[in-house]
């Protein structure tokens, strides 16, 4: 089994252990797109989900200029994630004229950012769509028809996970858990820019530390991010706490 064999499939276990009583809706998130990066031809994900009012809201990315991306979405209500959830199917375009033609001023900001191209799919079981995974990448062009069974399979077993997940605890518990997840990641953007200004590390740099921390750890991110905003922890601290698992996580 090959490397690229072994994340792919340590991924589906991942995308599929939902039913654990410490659930962290935002780690799982952000695995989806880190590992959407990691394992199709992409150089950067976001992912975008409903809340109970059918509202999107940019809840992971795997750089900041692909959360930044998203953002202008939605503040343009534009672009091929909105397209996606709205019809809950994959959306592309083939050249850059098509996406143009389709999203001109989101095209524009794509490329301003450095990116040739972008898509979605959805996040989607049967009729019901949650949200949708961006993809974005370097070069023109679509995903392989590979990449993109691929990339919808590991949508569609986060989607499950998600709504199984709320289906066995309480059929409101995934809506309870987006808000919390919502309220989560103000709190953990804010603690991204304290981090960033005081260290003077780039955002994606601050947010790596920072995740490394609490995966290390076994902490939620949100305390982690809490806890940075209160200065409780700095960098140094992060740096060094990062590949020990001496502290107890916090309760």
Same mark, same amino acid.
């Given at each position: 089994?090959?490397?690229?064999?072994?994340?792919?499939?340590?991924?589906?276990?991942?995308?599929?252990?939902?039913?654990?009583?410490?659930?962290?809706?935002?780690?799982?998130?952000?695995?989806?797109?880190?590992?959407?990066?990691?394992?199709?031809?992409?150089?950067?994900?976001?992912?975008?989900?409903?809340?109970?009012?059918?509202?999107?809201?940019?809840?992971?990315?795997?750089?900041?200029?692909?959360?930044?991306?998203?953002?202008?979405?939605?503040?343009?209500?534009?672009?091929?994630?909105?397209?996606?959830?709205?019809?809950?199917?994959?959306?592309?375009?083939?050249?850059?004229?098509?996406?143009?033609?389709?999203?001109?001023?989101?095209?524009?900001?794509?490329?301003?950012?450095?990116?040739?191209?972008?898509?979605? +799919?959805?996040?989607?079981?049967?009729?019901?769509?949650? *949200?949708? !995974?961006?993809?974005?990448? =370097?070069?023109? /062009? &679509?995903? $392989?028809?590979?990449?993109?069974?691929?990339?919808?399979?590991?949508?569609?077993?986060?989607?499950?996970?998600?709504?199984?997940?709320?289906?066995?605890?309480?059929?409101?518990?995934?809506?309870?858990?987006?808000?919390?997840?919502?309220?989560?990641?103000?709190?953990?953007?804010?603690?991204?820019?304290?981090?960033?200004?005081?260290?003077?590390?780039?955002?994606?740099?601050?947010?790596?530390?920072?995740?490394?921390?609490?995966?290390?750890?076994?902490?939620? +991110?949100?305390?982690?991010?809490?806890?940075?905003?209160? *200065?409780? !922890?700095?960098?140094?601290? =992060?740096?060094? /706490? &990062?590949? $020990?698992?001496?502290?107890?996580?916090?309760?």
């Amino acid at each position: 089994m090959t490397s690229r064999e072994q994340l792919l499939a340590t991924t589906f276990v991942d995308l599929a252990d939902t039913l654990v009583a410490e659930f962290d809706v935002m780690e799982f998130l952000h695995t989806l797109a880190t590992r959407s990066v990691e394992l199709l031809d992409a150089d950067a994900a976001g992912i975008m989900l409903a809340d109970r009012h059918g509202g999107l809201h940019v809840m992971a990315s795997s750089a900041e200029e692909a959360r930044l991306l998203e953002l202008y979405e939605l503040q343009s209500n534009e672009g091929p994630c909105l397209d996606c959830y709205r019809s809950g199917r994959p959306v592309a375009r083939d050249n850059l004229a098509a996406m143009k033609s389709a999203w001109p001023a989101f095209t524009e900001q794509l490329h301003g950012l450095g990116f040739q191209s972008a898509q979605a +799919l959805p996040m989607r079981l049967r009729s019901e769509t949650i *949200g949708a !995974l961006n993809l974005f990448r =370097l070069e023109a /062009g &679509r995903l $392989s028809d590979a990449d993109l069974g691929i990339g919808q399979a590991m949508a569609d077993v986060a989607t499950v996970g998600l709504i199984q997940e709320r289906a066995i605890a309480a059929s409101e518990l995934l809506a309870t858990q987006l808000q919390t997840a919502l309220t989560s990641r103000v709190q953990i953007e804010q603690a991204k820019g304290v981090l960033a200004q005081r260290s003077s590390l780039p955002m994606d740099q601050a947010f790596q530390l920072m995740r490394d921390f609490a995966r290390s750890r076994g902490r939620r +991110l949100s305390d982690v991010a809490a806890q940075i905003i209160e *200065g409780v !922890l700095d960098d140094e601290a =992060l740096r060094k /706490g &990062r590949h $020990s698992r001496l502290d107890p996580p916090r309760a």
